[in-house]
């Protein structure tokens, strides 16, 4: 009954924008969220922003523009707009983030640094390479000593720092960033991951940059393999890797980062 009762809500959210926020509690609230939170899990951006924007118009009567709650919702909600490929108004929902979470949890919360590391693949996206890599180097410093050397969330920020320093041609050091990378996730997340095809598809193009055709080879290959398998559950997003040529569509996975706060 409740997932009816659920289906129930979203259909009428989704079909009237201008929704009467008094008639629904912070429990309502927080179901919408969820949902749009399941909704980006499934690659339905567009309808994930439109609940997105109604839970911060719903939560604000209830809980002020100073709640952790609101803070989390527009890191979430930029989190649809990257993956559709906006980074402009990604990076404008970060920042509302920022704002509203650092009086609620404070400077060093996992939360500020979630944000902050999808704010420096925003960066990258732009090309902005020098300024990504100082947030990712920045980052790492940060999250070392608060989830150890051998977190998922540290392999995020070794495979932005090594992106952006592909973008500036520093390929040793990238190279040596994702089979850092890559070793945490086949440990901590399984062999047939997305996030370890993606390493390895972001390594085949550097093996193929630097000349080394068979590694190129062997990293496609299980980058094309792991990726088939996934491609239903984690697709890819909008995001391009432009300046990485050839550009193989399995590269695109690897800005798939699911960087919600939960």
Known sequence: MKSIYLSSLLLTILLCPNLNASTKTLGDWANFQQEADNLCRKNQHEDAIKIYNQVIKGRLPLQGNRHRDIGVAWNNLGVAFYSQGENERANEAYQKAIKILLPAVGA????????????????????????????????????????????????????????????????????????????????????????????????????????????????????RKILSITSGTYPPNLNTVSRLRPGPAELLHAKNKDLRIP
């Open 108 to 223: 060093e919360h996992p939360d500020i640094l979630i944000v902050k590391t999808n704010i420096a693949f925003v960066e990258e996206s732009k090309n902005n390479f020098g300024t990504a890599e100082k947030s990712f180097r920045e980052l790492l410093k940060r999250k070392l000593p608060i989830v150890g050397a051998e977190h998922p969330e540290l392999a995020d920020c070794q495979e932005g720092l090594a992106l952006s320093l592909v973008g500036q041609e520093k390929l040793e050091e990238a190279l040596l960033l994702l089979k850092k990378a890559l070793s945490t996730r086949v440990e901590k997340l399984g062999l047939e991951h997305t996030d370890v095809g993606a390493t390895h598809a972001a390594m085949a193009i550097i093996f193929l940059n630097q000349a080394d055709f068979d590694s190129a080879n062997k990293h496609d290959k299980e980058a």
